[in-house]
């Protein structure tokens, strides 16, 4: 019963992350290119090496794309090969099981990436061109919790206390740490440490896209705000189901809670800003032909 489970759940993982999110993420990009041309608004294109930018762009975003898709494809055979061959991953010895789910979700997030640094580069050939405007601000000092409710905070570290409380109790209080401790405990440590720098960063007016408007940036650093808060509190959420399975010997539960955590992972954290965020609701107006 738990392999037909964690096939049915990997099979969503595939179908998720390399099929539905992957095609949101290339609409959103394609959106931007359809609905403002070089002919319309060229400062969105300047700066760059190439002759044709939205040519180039579309090209880039649809392989990517592609890419996904393929290695989706890739993960369906696998899953097919599985159920035909009689392979069970509750009676996978070791940790092999969990390597298989994390390599594959790291090739998954290959075209997301790739993704992301060509966006990137675009953002910085506009930022190259010099033709950044001025844009209107709101002068009154900002507050952290103007863009993120306390009890979001709160949440989020009652989930880190609970889990380092749980992992250090099943540990044993008084007994002295061995490497494994001190590099789980530092590392998801700073992992929440480097969440919060990132969100003051942004927080402290650097902006994601040279292009936002100040209603726009205020949209994103909340909606970065959420994203942070619900990666910690699924962070801690994971780690105490994962030190549940350790401590009771339900090993064959692991890839199974690991998959949904990735999924979990994409859904409240790419496709939280895609639905706060949303491209068409963005201002362009300040790159089109003309203007100021």
Same mark, same amino acid.
Request: net charge positive; proline share 4%.
């Given at each position: 019963? !738990?392999?037909?489970?964690?096939?049915?759940?990997?099979?969503?993982?595939? !179908?998720?992350?390399?099929?539905?999110?992957?095609?949101? @993420?290339?609409?959103?990009?394609?959106?931007?290119?359809?609905?403002?041309?070089?002919?319309?608004?060229? *400062?969105?294109?300047?700066?760059?090496?190439?002759?044709?930018?939205?040519?180039?762009? /579309?090209? +880039?975003? +649809?392989?990517?794309?592609?890419?996904?898709?393929?290695?989706?494809?890739?993960?369906?055979?696998?899953?097919? =090969?599985?159920? $035909?061959?009689?392979?069970?991953?509750?009676?996978?010895?070791?940790?092999?099981?969990?390597?298989?789910?994390?390599?594959?979700?790291?090739?998954?997030?290959?075209?997301?990436?790739?993704?992301?640094?060509?966006?990137?580069?675009?953002?910085?050939?506009?930022?190259?061109?010099?033709?950044?405007?001025? /844009?209107?601000?709101?002068?009154?000092?900002? *507050?952290?919790?103007?863009?993120?409710?306390?009890?979001?905070?709160?949440? =989020?570290?009652?989930? &880190? $206390?609970?889990?380092?409380?749980?992992?250090?109790?099943?540990?044993?209080?008084?007994? =002295?740490?061995?490497?494994?401790?001190?590099?789980?405990?530092?590392?998801?440590?700073?992992?929440?440490?480097? @969440?919060?720098?990132?969100?003051?960063?942004?927080?402290?007016?650097?902006?994601?896209?040279?292009?936002?408007?100040?209603?726009?940036?205020?949209?994103?650093?909340?909606?970065?705000?959420?994203? &942070?808060?619900?990666?910690?509190?699924?962070?801690?959420?994971?780690?105490?189901?994962? #030190?549940? $399975?350790?401590?009771?010997?339900?090993? #064959?539960? #692991?890839?199974?809670?690991?998959?949904?955590?990735?999924?979990?992972? $994409?859904?409240?954290?790419?496709? #939280?800003?895609? +639905? /706060?965020?949303?491209?068409?609701?963005?201002?362009?107006?300040?790159?089109?032909?003309?203007?100021?």
């Amino acid at each position: 019963m !738990i392999n037909l489970i964690f096939f049915t759940v990997f099979l969503c993982q595939v !179908i998720l992350i390399s099929m539905i999110y992957s095609k949101k @993420m290339c609409d959103q990009s394609m959106h931007i290119l359809e609905t403002c041309p070089p002919s319309d608004y060229p *400062k969105l294109y300047e700066n760059s090496k190439y002759a044709y930018p939205g040519k180039r762009l /579309r090209e +880039r975003f +649809r392989n990517h794309y592609w890419l996904s898709l393929t290695i989706g494809t890739c993960g369906l055979l696998l899953l097919t =090969a599985m159920l $035909i061959t009689g392979y069970a991953p509750s009676r996978t010895k070791e940790n092999g099981h969990i390597v298989f789910v994390v390599l594959f979700f790291v090739l998954q997030s290959i075209p997301y990436i790739l993704h992301a640094v060509t966006t990137q580069n675009w953002h910085r050939n506009i930022r190259g061109s010099g033709i950044l405007p001025t /844009r209107k601000a709101d002068l009154r000092p900002r *507050k952290i919790l103007d863009f993120i409710p306390p009890t979001y905070i709160a949440t =989020a570290a009652l989930a &880190f $206390i609970g889990w380092l409380t749980y992992y250090l109790y099943n540990k044993g209080l008084t007994t =002295a740490w061995d490497w494994q401790t001190y590099v789980t405990v530092v590392g998801v440590t700073v992992i929440n440490f480097i @969440m919060i720098a990132v969100g003051l960063n942004y927080f402290r007016g650097k902006k994601f896209g040279p292009y936002q408007a100040y209603k726009d940036q205020k949209k994103s650093i909340e909606t970065l705000f959420r994203v &942070f808060v619900f990666a910690s509190v699924m962070l801690s959420l994971h780690l105490v189901v994962a #030190e549940a $399975i350790n401590q009771n010997g339900w090993d #064959e539960y #692991e890839p199974l809670v690991l998959s949904l955590y990735f999924q979990a992972v $994409i859904i409240f954290g790419l496709g #939280e800003v895609m +639905r /706060r965020s949303k491209i068409e609701n963005m201002d362009f107006s300040v790159y089109q032909k003309g203007q100021l």
